[in-house]
Structure formats: structure tokens, C-alpha cells
């Protein structure tokens, strides 16, 4: 018997490994949905943060092979269709997002929980930005800035608890990498 | 984790990463202009994608609502005797305005019988749960579980137990989006009480919408209370909608009745234009009763009557029971004008 078969993976492995290479993309479309869910309303305040985002720098900053460029624009596209916002907005965000923090990815090769947590909350700033002036041009009027920097608030203060439900992922993926 | 360090340093960006990073940007921007330009097909495509997330989305909104109750409920038992004793104040008052309420009822319709006045048409609803929040800062939007399966059109007023909240905007199979009073798309024509002013109620954003088209000097005071007024006939006149207030910089706003952070259940009414009504005859209707043809159809019959008082409900508090019951075929024709007639006058 050739040692080739014994190593190689079976179909049945292949397929398993390459389900759960979508993981990152599926836990970033299970962020969009959780952005819908009204779960401000429990105490009383409307904000929705921007689960999406975190899911988006997370995995552009550990392993962008897993969640590419086309991934992150389904999700961001996802989160237009089911808002009523601008349609591309969020995409457009997230995929430039995306490349910004990809070539920052050197910085995180260490993986400090706080530079992560640091490196997430100016991400969160240049997301906010860039969304709050695309919708502004889009709109022809200047919006108020209240609502996106509540939202980036809430989304920094939320990142750790996302960060280790990410990481979680990543642990169960580390072999299939 | 441990080995992070001594890992190589990864690739900072392959070519054909970079590549299809360029295609999305450039695909992303495309959708955005050509969204501006061309809506119908994207709207379309909306309404599709928010069809099928709604089962979804309503799987999420219930842990969600269960735990809003419990908060709620845990508020309301710290507060329990303050609130009572506040509740019962307000009864004995209520009490008062009860008996006032009955006599002008009374009084109203037996005026309204002299006058022959055409009555508002009788609204049906439907209520439904808020599934979707507006996921963004940029939007005031929510999903409610209602479709054109349960009767919801575009246009519709949305309300719920305190006022006006919006409109529907899109409406699918099993899921529509409530556009806020609140959102800078939404315009609203309004009526200020009591001095009867008219202004168009603009969203911007902010937690306060603003009155627009008021004239200088309209005589409008912080504390008025602003109202539908069904000018454009996509709104049945009289929903209450909220309360005039002043900002620092003199703009005047209004703090609407809903609270937007607790909204639940919600009710669509089904409002025919009056226009759409068929058979009226505007002017001779309106116009001196003619004795002889009151006593043939003008004549206030009991029936007449509990359609005029049902009607009133639904003009107000979004239409009861009495309401749609009300809303015999007498009571729709009738009702025809009334839009017109009680919110111009």
C-alpha cells in the first residue's frame, strides 16, 4: 500500500475541512442578523452595534485566507438588504475596512488582547467615519453623528466578549489551517 | 497561541487578494450610485431578502421579548406602591373627564345628526410584532411579522397603544418596514390642536422630529398637542401623534407619544382613502340639511349612531372593536367626506 492513501485525507475529511473554512463566514452572517435584533429594546436604549464589524476586523486581522474579500462583501451587502440604508454602504465599509486592517495585520501578529481591543476601537473610528460620510453624500445632507458614535461605543465595549467567542472559532479551526 | 511569535510573519497581501479587494470596492461603489439612481429593482430585492429573514429575525425577537418583559416587570415591582398611588389620582381625575367626555359625546352626536355630517370610514387593523430593529445608525426602520398576507400595503399607518409610530414603506409576503416618524425620509401631514394649524411633521434623524411649512406667528406653543391631519389620504385624520416642544435654539419639535426603545406590538390600519369610497356627492352633503331628505336617510337611527361612535374610535385611538363594527355599508359611504370635512374644515 502506496503511504500517499494512508496520509491523504478522506472525501468525507476534505468536505469537513472545507465546511468548516466557512465558519468565519457563517459566524459573520450570524453577526448581521444579531445586529437586527432588537436587543437594545431589553433595557430601553436604541442602538444596534455593529457585530458585523467585529467580525470583519477579527478575521482580517488572524486569518483573512478564511474570510476573503468576496465574504466580507456578502456580509456587508446582507446587512444593506435587510436595513433600509443606502444599498452598498456597509459593503463598501467593510471591504475597505478589511484591506486597511489587513495591512496593519503585522501589528497584531502578537495578538495582545489590548492592542487587539486598541487596534479594534480606531478601526471602529475609521468604520464610522467613512459609513457616516458615504450615507451623508448619499443623503446630500449632513446626518447627525449621535447615533454612529453611540453605536461605535457600544461595539468597542462589546469587542472582548466577540473577540473570545472568535477566537473559540479559530481554536476549532487552527488544524484545518 | 504560544507559538505566535516564533511564526513567520504572514503575507501582508497576495496579488489576487488584492485583486478581488479592488473588484469589491469598486463593486460596492458601483451599488451605491447605481442604487441612487435606479430603486425599484433594489427595493424589490429588499423586500425579498427581508421576506426570508424573517422567519430568522423572529426566532431572535423572542428571547428578546421575554427578556424585556422581565425587565420590565422587575421595574414595575420597585415602583408598585408609587405607581399605585399615582394611578389613583389619575382615576379620580379621569373619572371626572369621563363624565365631561360622555355629555360632549352625547352632545356631538346629536350635532352631528342636525348637521348630517359625513363620518370618518371605519378602519380595520391588524396587529403584529416587531421583529427587526433598524440594525444602523443611519436608518429609523423596523420589521414587523405583518405582509400582504394579512392584509398590509405600502402606505399604511402604524400605531401602537399611544400614537402614531410611522408608515409602512415596503411591505412583502410575511414582513413590511415601518419607516419612523423619525427617519429623514418621513413626511407626515399634521394638524396642531387647538389652533388647528397645519405643518408637515419632518423626520431627521434626531430623536425629535420637526414641524415644517408653519407660518410665522401661527400662535403653535410648546405643550400643543399635534395630530394627523390625513391630508394626502394616506392617513386617517386624528391619530394622535405627540406633543409640541421647543428646542434651545427655538426650533419647535415634537416629542412624539411612542416610545420607539419599547416598541412590541404594533397595529397597521388598513385606512381607505375616502376618494376611494365610491358613491359621494361631496357638496350636496355637506351642505343645509334639506328637512325633507333628513327625515328619508338623515334621520340618526340607533345604528347610525353606534357607527358614528365607533367611527370617532377609530379615527382616535386606531380603531376598536366598535369601530369595525361600525363600519356597515351605511358607515363607509357616509364616512366618505369625513376626512376632508374634519380635518379642513
Known sequence: MKPKETIGPTPAARAGKLALLTLPFLVGLFCVFLTFVPIGSIVGIEVAPAFALMAVYYWAAHQPETFPPYAVFAVGLLQDLLSAGPIGLWAFTYVVIYGVVQTQRLVFAGRVPLVLWTGFALTALLAGTIAWSVASLYYARVLPPGPVLLQLIVTVALFPIFATLFARVERILAPSL | ?345
Open chain 2, 1 to 345: 497561541m504560544q507559538d505566535s511569535f516564533s511564526r513567520p510573519a504572514p503575507p501582508i497581501l497576495g496579488v489576487s487578494n488584492r485583486v478581488s479587494l479592488i473588484f469589491m470596492v469598486t463593486l460596492a461603489v458601483a451599488l451605491l450610485l447605481l442604487g441612487r439612481a435606479e430603486t425599484y429593482v433594489f427595493d424589490q430585492a429588499r423586500q425579498v431578502v427581508t421576506d426570508l429573514a424573517a422567519p430568522v429575525l423572529e426566532l431572535g425577537s423572542r428571547p428578546v421579548a421575554a427578556g424585556r418583559r422581565l425587565v420590565e416587570r422587575t421595574d414595575e415591582f420597585a415602583y408598585v406602591f408609587d405607581e399605585n398611588e399615582r394611578l389613583r389620582q389619575e382615576n379620580a381625575e379621569l373619572l371626572t373627564w369621563k363624565e365631561k367626555a360622555l355629555k360632549l359625546q352625547a352632545r356631538l352626536a346629536r350635532y352631528e345628526a342636525l348637521l348630517n355630517v359625513q363620518l370618518d370610514p371605519s378602519i380595520n387593523y391588524v396587529t403584529g410584532r416587531v421583529i427587526g430593529d433598524t440594525g444602523g445608525p443611519f436608518v429609523e426602520t423596523f420589521i414587523v411579522n405583518l405582509g400582504h398576507e394579512h392584509g398590509v400595503e405600502s402606505g399604511q399607518a402604524v400605531v401602537d397603544s399611544e400614537g402614531l409610530i410611522g408608515r409602512i414603506v415596503s411591505a412583502g409576503e410575511r414582513a413590511s418596514r415601518i419607516l419612523l416618524l423619525t427617519d429623514l425620509n418621513s413626511r407626515v401631514p399634521v394638524t396642531i390642536e387647538p389652533t388647528r394649524q397645519r405643518a408637515v411633521l419632518s423626520g431627521d434623524n434626531t430623536v425629535w422630529p420637526k414641524l415644517e411649512f408653519l407660518p410665522a406667528g401661527s400662535g403653535v406653543v410648546p405643550g400643543d398637542h399635534v395630530v394627523t391631519s390625513g391630508h394626502g389620504g394616506l392617513m386617517p385624520p386624528g391619530l394622535p401623534v405627540g406633543t409640541v416642544i421647543q428646542t434651545e435654539n427655538g426650533d419647535l419639535r415634537v416629542q412624539t407619544f411612542s416610545n420607539r426603545n419599547r416598541l412590541d406590538m404594533v397595529r397597521v390600519l388598513q385606512y381607505r382613502f375616502p376618494m376611494d369610497v365610491p358613491e359621494q356627492n361631496p357638496p350636496a352633503k355637506l351642505t343645509a340639511p334639506v328637512p325633507g331628505e333628513e327625515s328619508e336617510e338623515g334621520q340618526p337611527s340607533a345604528s347610525d349612531q353606534n357607527g358614528a361612535l365607533g367611527g370617532t374610535a377609530g379615527g382616535t385611538a386606531g380603531g376598536t372593536a366598535g369601530g369595525t363594527a361600525g363600519g356597515t355599508a351605511g358607515g363607509v359611504v357616509r364616512g366618505s367626506l369625513a376626512g376632508a370635512g374634519g380635518a379642513g374644515e
